[in-house]
Every structure is written in C-alpha cells, then in structure tokens.
C-alpha cells in the first residue's frame, strides 16, 4: 500500500486492492490483509477497511525510517505470514519491492498484471513491450507475486467492509538489507510542464515539423489557440525543443479538451502520454499513421501548409 | 575500477509490434533491432564512470549471435571490452538471466543495467543479479558516480530527487533521462569493429520465462473524421475550434 505524505491512500493502491479483492473473492472468500510503512491514520485505516482489508501490517521502527527495497521486502515477508499471493500496484516502488519479494522467496514474479484467468493453474495477462503488446503468464510458485499495471481496473470500495484491524510490527532486518537506502531527498525540480499538464488545448509538433526552425507556425496556432506547446521524443532528443515539453512514456502525460499532433506518428509511448485527451484533431501526410487511425478529426497533409491556413483562417475569422 | 554494464537486444517497438507464428515472441524482420534506452543511459553512464575513475567498461550480452550488433554499438561508444554470453534469450526467464551475468560480473566492481527491458518489462533482472552476487542494489537511478570506494546514485523518487550511497561492489539499475547517450564517431565505429569478443557459453540451463504466449491488444476502432486535405481544409478545422469553444469568438 502507498500512501500520499497527507496520509491518503493513492489510487494505484486503492486498484490493487480492489484486484486482490477480486482475486480473494474467486479463491473462495479468503482474507485480504495489506502492508505499509508506517501506521495509518484514521482516515488511511477507514479506506482500508471501505476496500475489503481485514488486517493492517503497519511496519515500524528505524528499520523503516527511510526507504530501502530490501528492508521493506524484509517486512513484507514478515508480514505476510501464510498468504500465498503477494501484490502491490504497478508503480516504481510496487515493483522494485515485488521484485526484491520475489527474489528472496526464489519465486517467480509478473510486473503490469492487468487481469486474471483461473486460479489452477494461476495465470495472468500483464503489459509488455510498454503497452504494445500483453503476455499471459503462469505464475506457479507460492506465493504468487506480482504488481498491477495503473487502470487495469477501477477503484472501488468493497460491498462488505473489512475491519481493517492494525497489527503493528518492528520485525528485524539484517544489516544487509539497510545497505542501500535513501540517504538523502531533495525537494523535485521546479516542474516546467505545469502548463502543459494544465492546458485546455495542447498543439502537438514531431518529427514532422523537420527542424528547430520549423516550429515559428506551430508556436503561432498555440498562441492563437491560448494554449501549450507539446512535443515527440524525436523532437527533445534532436534538440529542436526542451525536454518538458515532450508528452509520453517518458514525458507529461496531458488530457486536454482538444490535441493537436501534427507530424506525429503516434507511437505507443507517445499514445501513453495523450489517450485520455478529449478530442484529438491529427494533421499528418500520411493517412495510415496510426495517430490518424485513432484521432478523433484529421487533416491530411503537410503541416508547414495546413497550419499557416488554419492560423490566417482564425486571424480572419477573430481580428 | 571495472565497470560491467549489461544490455539486451530488442526489437524497436516504436514502429508497428507483430508477433512470430507460434505467438512466443515479438517478431523484429521487420521492425529491426535496437538496445533499450534504459541501457543507453546505462552505457553512457558506465563509460563515465570508468573514465573518472581510470578504470575499464565491459559490455556484456546474453543473446544470439546477432546480439554482437548490441555490444558493437556499446564498443563505438567507448566501452573497451565486450563479453558474449551466447543463448537463445527468448529461453531465458529473469532468474536465468541474472544467473548467467553473476558467473561473469563477480570481478567488477559496479554493475550497470537497464532497469527494466522494453520488450519484455520485467523490472527484476538487476534485482536478482544483486541476490545472486549478495551485494546492494539501487533501482531506477538516472545520475550514478563514484569516488572512495562509495557509489552515489541518484534519481526522481516517490518524495523527490532521492540519493543513495553504497560501498562497492554493488548493482545499479538506471533509468533514462539523465544523461545523453552520446551518439558514435567514425572512429570510434572503426575502433569497436576489431575490439574482440569474448565469447562464453551459459553456465546453467534455463528454466525459461513463466509465459504461456503473447498476444496483441485488440486494435481500436477507427472513429476518424478526416476534415480534409491540406491548406483547404483550414475553415473546416476553424469551424470545428469553434464547435468545441476552444477559440472564443
Ligand atoms: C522506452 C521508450 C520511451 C519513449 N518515450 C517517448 C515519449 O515519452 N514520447 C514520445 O513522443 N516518444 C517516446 N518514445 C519514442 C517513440 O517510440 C517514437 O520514436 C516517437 O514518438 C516518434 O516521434 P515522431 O512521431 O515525432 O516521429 P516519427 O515516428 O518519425 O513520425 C513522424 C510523423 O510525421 C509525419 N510527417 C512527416 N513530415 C510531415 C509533414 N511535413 N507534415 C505532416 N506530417 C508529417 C509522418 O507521416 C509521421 O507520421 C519512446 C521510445 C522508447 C523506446
């Protein structure tokens, strides 16, 4: 379980639990009992028990101080007593701690699991190929570890509410596992993608746009619309524009009312950071792009033509 | 200090993804191949930490023979030396994995990786290989250094920009985003053509990856309406900017 530094329970987390109720309910109604670091606040606990949990295994002591994944594999294996599956959400943290679970149980583990099929034997289908492709897995071993990939399925309260009563341990950790802990946090950088984020519309430039040089209309259309630049990973690693402002995979992830991708082919880990935008209008050459195929409006052609038209046609329009 | 950093070689997924007839893998005739990005950064930042410390960077591979290509491009780049670890990697599960690197990276003093692969995202190899070695690992870094016999590695974490210190020999896995990856020069290229490979066979049989089979996520419907075609189609475009009140009038 991952909680917010206000104490509430993050929606990954409140997934996975609905997952893992999921999963209880199909293996004949057995417990679900959750980890975290730290004792719950009040409002923390009232979720978990709104979520199904019968029991909270709240690790403390100095062991717990700081983050280190193996300590809190450690815990976790303290923690988990007979439980034969053992589950967290998909996020950094979920899946560097399943994975040092798994390693010291000598057991299998699946990361971005999205969905189960059956029980005997355990499968699951998971993510790979960052989205483009899913893998069904058996996950034979006992027990069964593994994460849940973000919005794999909706968060929602359990029809019968758990107790959600709160055991708290300080088990020993070995020195060794103390080793590589986080000695230091910083405050993050100051995020530039703020606006980005935030827009209503988000004119988006990629490889299409053919040279630093090629964004002046591109820049033109984002301020005429009131909105914010947005660009491929093509476009930050040739240096044309600064990386925050790439959407995707590894860049924002933006939900505006209206994209505008032009020269942008929509790769999956462009697709990752601009698939819940409302509407998205596609201005592209080719008519097989798939940022075509799933758009919402295209035009066809060159952008360097389309969209000095489409900026005279609203100076027109709006003088 | 020795520096051991592991890539793997995978198909460029940034193209359409399609899959071998038996369903087992993802099929890169077309698409080619490339090593994840992840690894570039870990690449770059093992021959940096090599040159601060005087010391050497070693690439090492477990694929087939066609995964030279992958330790070429690690040479071109200012890795020195290259270990080939030859198997049919598709055979091969996480645990299998980190096995066969810690037969080799028990001589060096920091081992790099990718901290997850783009194909198949399995987020544990570096972590097993830390197991199997007994020595600590720091997971998802982006900026790594070195000096005392301590390893600092840093990166964005759950409460901020998150620093770790750890004596050596250790595991780091990184992530992409911290450093530039720097592109090969000609003679750099030239150089990593006559560099020669050690060549070794596995020490374990695998037990294989825990899948039963890919499959392809259904392809959405296409909803497009196209407005029209170039220059001509901006009234359409502007009509729409108004319809959807994202222009005020
Ligand atoms: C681990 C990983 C993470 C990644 N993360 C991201 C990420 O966060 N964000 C991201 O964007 N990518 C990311 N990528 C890269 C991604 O796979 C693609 O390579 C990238 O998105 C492609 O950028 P592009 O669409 O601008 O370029 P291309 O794929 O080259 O597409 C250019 C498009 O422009 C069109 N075009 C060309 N000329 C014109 C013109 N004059 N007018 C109109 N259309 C034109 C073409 O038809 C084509 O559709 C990641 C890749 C990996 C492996």
Redesign the pocket.
Known sequence: MESTPAGEAVEVSREALTFARSLAAEGGGVPVDAVLVGEPSAELAATLAAYGVRRVHALTGEAFASYAGAAWAAGVQDARETSVVVMAAGTPRGNEVMAHVAAREGVAMAANVLSFSGLSPFVVTRQVV?GAALEEMRLADRPAVFTVAGHAVEAAPADVPGSAEVVVRAPAVAEADLVARVVSSEEPEPDLSGTLKSARVVVGA???A?SAEGFAELVELTELLGGSLG?????TSLGWRPHHE??????SRISPELYIP?????????W??CSTAKSILA????PE?P?VTKATYAVI????E?VPAINAEIRRRHR | MKVLVCVKRVVD??SEVVLTDDAQAVDGRYAGFTM???EECAVELAVQVAAATGGSATVLTLGDADAVEQLRAALAVGCTEAVHVLADSSTYGPADVAREIAAVAGDFDLVLLGNDA?DSGDFQVGIRLAYELGRPVVNGVTNVSVADGIVTASGAGTDGHETYRVPLPAVVTVL?GGVEPRYPTVPGRMKAKKVPIEERSPVASPVGPSRVRLLLPPPAPSNVQVLGKGADAAPAVVDLFEQLGVLSR
């Open positions: 960052g990629g490889r299409g053919g660009v491929s990973r093509v476009v790439q959407v995707g995979q590894t860049g032009c020269g942008i082919s929509g790769a999956i880990q462009h990752a950071g201005i592209n050459t080719d792009a940022m052609g060159d952008l360097h389309v | 997924s940034s994840s990005a992840h783009a992409e």
